[in-house]
């Protein structure tokens, strides 16, 4: 299984760009690594997906290295709206039957964004 | 309205009770999963199915119990609730694959006395 760990908490100022790292050594070689977000009260929701090097939208970027054991997602000129937890799920391809458990999300990042 | 409901959002209920989770989604999405969330283990997956009748074991099934005869409802029950059980769970749904983008429902806060 593709265990996840994450730095539980982390800081950032107003306008500053915040990167958070996920780990994950036991990715197999058709998981996606997605990134969502939640807010207190609210479910998670989708900000980005990729499978390797660099994919970007609107809202983040997300860095995958050659060995796919980490991922880096990149929140640019963070405001306060940006407050909340972070997730990493690594996830197989659809897979019925043999996949028990391997929706594994990080226990997830706290991102305090201050004036 | 469009999207993915869950009922109740809030329970309270005693040791021993069979409880029953309700999440309906709108999207005739074919994947739909059961999280619980709890301070310091984040979203764990208990249950998910990948289709009307096809159901699989996540990352902490034992105490619950799923079924799906329809598309766009997930019902997620605890046959004898225990205290271990007080959690806010969270109902999702994706359209074709488990790693496609996963909607969630806003939550079930369940406590358990």
């Known amino acids: 299984l593709a265990k996840t760990t994450q730095p539980i908490s982390m800081d950032s100022y107003e306008g500053q760009e915040v990167n958070i790292t996920c780990s994950h050594n036991?990715?197999?070689?058709?998981?996606?690594i997605t990134w969502y977000q939640q807010f207190p009260s609210q479910g998670p929701r989708f900000i980005i997906q990729?499978?390797?090097t660099k994919v970007t939208n609107e809202v983040a970027s997300l860095f995958i290295p050659a060995d796919r054991k980490s991922s880096t997602l990149s929140l640019p000129r963070v405001s306060l709206s940006d407050t909340a937890v972070y997730y990493c799920?690594?996830?197989?391809?659809?897979?019925?039957?043999?996949?028990?458990?391997?929706?594994?999300f990080g226990k997830g990042t706290k991102l305090s964004v201050k004036p | 309205d469009a999207g993915i409901t869950q009922s109740p959002r809030y329970k309270i209920t005693e040791t021993g009770r069979q409880v029953t989770l309700m999440c309906h989604q709108t999207?005739?999405?074919?994947?739909m999963f059961w999280y619980r969330q709890d301070l310091g283990h984040g979203l764990r997956l208990i249950y998910y199915?990948?289709?009307?009748?096809?159901?699989d074991k996540g990352e902490v099934p034992d105490g619950y119990v799923v079924s799906r005869s329809k598309t766009e409802n997930f019902p997620l029950t605890l046959e004898s609730a225990t205290r271990s059980q007080t959690s806010v769970y969270f109902c999702?749904?994706?359209?074709?694959?488990?790693?496609?983008?996963?909607?969630f429902g806003p939550g079930t806060r369940l406590l358990v006395l």
């Open positions: 999702a749904s994706s359209e074709n694959r488990l790693q496609e983008t996963q909607y």
């Open positions: 999207w005739s999405h074919s994947y």
């Open positions: 199915s990948a289709a009307a009748d096809i159901t």
């Open positions: 990729g499978y390797k």
């Open positions: 036991n990715i197999a070689t058709n998981d996606y």
């Open positions: 799920l690594v996830a197989p391809p659809a897979g019925y039957g043999g996949s028990q458990g391997n929706l594994i």
